[in-house]
Structures are given as structure tokens and as C-alpha cells.
């Protein structure tokens, strides 16, 4: 496991923009997949993207664009045209690099092992 801290979370008003921030400790941090889930009140955790080790990312495109710079061991969320509907505590989660897997593997919450404490995001209308 590695420890993961969330930062950039605020209140914004529908039709901004965030960017969220996940530091991750130690050396190893390029060899983790780094994914970002996010919940809402009464509502389940729900996947929104990931970043495996290999540097593939789902989603490729849309709203929501996720990058990593390993030198600063931190993966970004950027959101854009946000709406009241993205409003929700993230969490970004990371699990040691494994082959062979494809989307639906990575979009399980349970397969991650590292998780951070969570940033709010709040949109106004």
C-alpha cells in the first residue's frame, strides 16, 4: 500500500472548471494505477477515471481528462464544464501495476488497496 492525499477540491460555480490533485508516497508511484471515484450523498461510490501504470486512460476524452507527472508523484483530475450533478466528495485510489486487465477491471473500486481521505467538490447552479 502507499499513502494517497487529495487536494484541489472547492466550491465552483456549473459550467467551471477544478483540478484535482492525488501526491502519492514513495519511489514506487510510476508503477502504480491511479484511479479517481467520487460519492455523493445516498448515492453508491462511482467510478469516474483511471490511469494505469502503462499510462492508458479511461476515459480518453470528455469532461474529465486524468495525467501524471511521476517526477511529482501525483496524478490530476481536470474537470471541466462542471455541473450541480458532479457535486460529490473524490477519492483518488491506487493499486500496484498488474498486465493483461481491461476498463471493467479498473473501474472497481474493490480492486484498489490504496485509498486517500477524499476532497469536496461543490457546483453551484
Known amino acids: 500500500q502507499i499513502q494517497l492525499v487529495e487536494s484541489g477540491g472547492g466550491v465552483v460555480q456549473a459550467g467551471g472548471s477544478l483540478r484535482l490533485s492525488c501526491t502519492g508516497s514513495?519511489?514506487?508511484?510510476?508503477?502504480?494505477?491511479v484511479a479517481w471515484f467520487r460519492q455523493s450523498a445516498g448515492k453508491e461510490r462511482e467510478f469516474v477515471a483511471v490511469l494505469r501504470w502503462s499510462g492508458v486512460a479511461d476515459p480518453a476524452r470528455g469532461r474529465f481528462f486524468i495525467a501524471r507527472d511521476n517526477a511529482k508523484n501525483t496524478v490530476y483530475l481536470q474537470m471541466s464544464n462542471l455541473q450541480p450533478e458532479d457535486t460529490a466528495i473524490y477519492y483518488c485510489a491506487a493499486q500496484k501495476g498488474v498486465a493483461g486487465k481491461g476498463n471493467t477491471y479498473y473501474r472497481d473500486a474493490s480492486i484498489y488497496d490504496s485509498w486517500g481521505q477524499g476532497t469536496q467538490v461543490t457546483v453551484s447552479s
Open positions: 514513495g519511489r514506487a508511484f510510476s508503477t502504480y494505477t
